[in-house]
Structures are given as C-alpha cells and as structure tokens.
C-alpha cells in the first residue's frame, strides 16, 4: 500500500505567491499627507497612506508577492516622484512611475 506523503502548504511548493514585506519610505518634512498608488493598490492613494517619522521620513509597509510594480507617491493631494527609486518607466501623463521589483523569497534557493 502506498501511503501519500503530507502535502507541502501552497506557499512553500510556489513560493512566488507568498506575501513578503516591504517598506517603502519618502522624506518630505514639510508634508501634512503622503500616499502611495500604484498598481499594486489599483492606483488609490488613499489605500496606502504614510506614516511619518520624527525625522521627516513618512514610511508604509506593503506585503507584496514577488513581481514588477510600478507606483508614485502622493504629497499634499500632488503625485510625485521618487526621487531614490533606481528604475522608472513612462507614464501615460507624459511622466514616469517609479519602479519596484520584488524578488522570489529567499526559500526558493531550496527548491
């Protein structure tokens, strides 16, 4: 009789579909609002407000699965962007959105 092994949660047989965390932070010490959009929130701000630091810095948190995102931030109702992001791409509004790549978990080495 052959008894089946236990089954591997779905995380760890695919783990490009598992959430990870990342911080996203943008210094704007004047600011009252800062805000996010971008395709991994269907592109509403208000989904993703910052929150801000003593130091001027407003950060946020998102747990995105691995994958290209592109996104700008929101100042004080303006979109703007991000001045410490390494790639960008073209906009519709004769702009550019930043660009963020996240990688697969570390846990794929072991496949």
């Known amino acids: 009789m052959n008894i089946p092994s236990a089954i591997q949660p779905i995380a760890e ?3 490009a579909l598992e959430k990870q965390e990342v911080m996203l932070t943008f210094y704007a ?3 009252h609002m800062v805000e996010v959009a971008g395709s991994f929130n269907g592109w ?3 989904a993703n407000p910052l929150e801000r630091t003593a130091a001027g810095e407003w ?3 998102l747990m995105l699965r691995s ?4 996104y ?3 100042v004080d109702g303006v979109w703007t962007d ?3 992001a ?3 791409s073209p906009n519709p509004f004769a702009g550019s959105n930043a660009v963020l790549l996240v990688g697969l978990d570390d846990r794929t080495d072991l496949l």
Do not use: C, I, K, W
């Not at 994958?67 to 592109?70: D, I, N």
């Open 13 to 15: 047989r695919f783990p």
């Open 29 to 31: 010490p004047e600011a």
């Open 44 to 46: 509403h701000p208000q």
């Open 59 to 61: 950060t946020t948190r």
């Open 67 to 70: 994958g290209r995102y592109e």
């Open 72 to 74: 700008r931030y929101v």
């Open 82 to 84: 991000d001045p410490q």
């Open 86 to 88: 390494m790639l960008s």
